[in-house]
C-alpha cells in the first residue's frame, strides 16, 4: 500500500506568472486613455468645485475666504436661482417625456424587417454626431423671424410670422424642439438593439393565444426593453438638467429669462459675475438634485427586470 503525502506548503506562483495575469494587465491598457480622461475631466473637477463651494472664489483673484455653508444657505433666498431651477423643470417636462416616446415608436417603425430600414436608422441618427453648435445656428437662421425659412414658408400659405425664439411663450418650447430633434436619435438607436434582442417565439406564442398588436406590444415589448428604457429615460433626465448649448447660442437666457434654465444661470455667475464658489455650490446641489431624480427613476424601472 503506497502512501501519498501532501506537502504541508503548496508554492504559490508569482503574481506576474499567474494565469490570466497577461490578459489582465493588456485589458487595463486597452481602459487606460478613458480611465485618465474620467479621472482628469470628470472627478478631479468635481472635487474642486466641491471644494471651491465652500469659499469665497473667483478665477482673477482666487480663494479670498472661507465661507463654510455660506454659499449653499445664500441659494435658499436667491429667487434667481429657484427661477432658474423653475425652467428647467418646465423644459425636463417638455424633453423627456416626447424624447422617450418618439424614441420608442421610431425604434418600433425603424425595426421592422422591410428594405431600407438601415438607411432611416442612420439618417435619424444623424443629428447625434453633428455638433449642437451648428446645429442651433442653422436653426436659429431658420426660424428667424424676419427672413427665415420656416416663416417665410407660413406666410406664402397665408399665415402670420410667428416669433419663436423671441417670445417669452414660445422660446422654451422651440429649444425643447430643436434639442428633442438632436438627441432622439440616440435613444432611438438604444431601443433598437433592446427591440432586437427579445425572443420572436414570444410574439407567436401571443398570437396563438389571441393578443392583438396592442397587447402585444404592452404586455411583452414594453417589459422586454425595460432596462433599455430606463437608460433612455435617466439618459434624457440628465440632458434635460444640463441643456446649454441651444440656450447660449440662441437667447442667452431670454427673453425676460425665459429659457434661464440652471446650467446657463451657472454659466453666468460664474464666468460673467466672477462668483465661481457660489457657482460651485449650485453645481453641487444640482449634481445632487440629479442623483436623487436617477436613482428615483431607476427604483421604479427595477421592479420591471
Known sequence: MTTITTPSRVLKKPLWQQRGFKESILALLFALPALINFAVFRYYPMIWSARASLWQYSLLRGFEKYLGLGNYSRLLTDRFFWQSMLVTLKFF???????????????????????????????????????????????????????????????????????????????????????????????????VAGLKGIDNTLYEAAIVDGANAWKRFIHITIPMISRQLMFVVVWATMGAFQVFIPVSTLTQGGPSKATNVIVYHIYERGFKFGEMGYASAMSVVLLFFLLIISLIQMSAFKRDY
Open 93 to 191: 417636462l417638455m424633453y423627456v417625456p416626447a424624447v422617450v416616446i418618439l424614441a420608442l415608436a421610431l425604434a418600433v417603425f425603424s425595426n421592422q424587417q422591410k428594405r431600407g430600414m438601415g438607411t432611416i436608422r442612420a439618417v435619424i441618427y444623424i443629428p447625434v454626431v453633428t455638433s449642437f453648435v451648428v446645429v442651433s445656428i442653422i436653426w436659429g437662421m431658420l426660424l428667424n423671424k424676419d427672413v427665415g425659412l420656416i416663416n417665410g414658408i407660413m406666410q406664402s400659405l397665408g399665415m402670420n410670422r410667428v416669433s419663436f425664439l423671441m417670445s417669452r411663450t414660445n422660446a422654451l418650447p422651440t429649444i425643447a424642439v430643436i434639442s428633442i430633434w438632436k438627441n432622439v436619435g440616440y435613444s432611438v438607436i438604444i431601443l
